[in-house]
């Protein structure tokens, strides 16, 4: 079982938190940290595309930094 989503090309890791009952998820692979839960898949998976959509807003606000 592959424990990750991927969305315009950046991909997240998925573990889930038995005390909270959520998934829990983190951007791999870039150096900054976007991190987020859902207390379903389908809340996850909204959330990530909500995260990776708010960073590459930031990333065209910002500039080069990003890129």
Do not use: Q, W
């Not at 809340?43 to 708010?54: L, R």
């Amino acid at each position: 079982m592959i424990n990750s989503m991927t969305y315009k090309c950046y991909t997240a890791s998925m573990v889930f938190d038995a005390e909270d009952k959520i998934v829990v998820g983190r951007v791999l692979d870039i150096d900054d940290i976007i991190s987020f839960h859902g207390e379903s898949v389908s809340e996850f998976e909204a959330n990530f595309h909500a995260a990776i959509d708010d960073y590459l807003a930031a990333a065209a606000a910002e500039g080069p930094r990003f890129r």
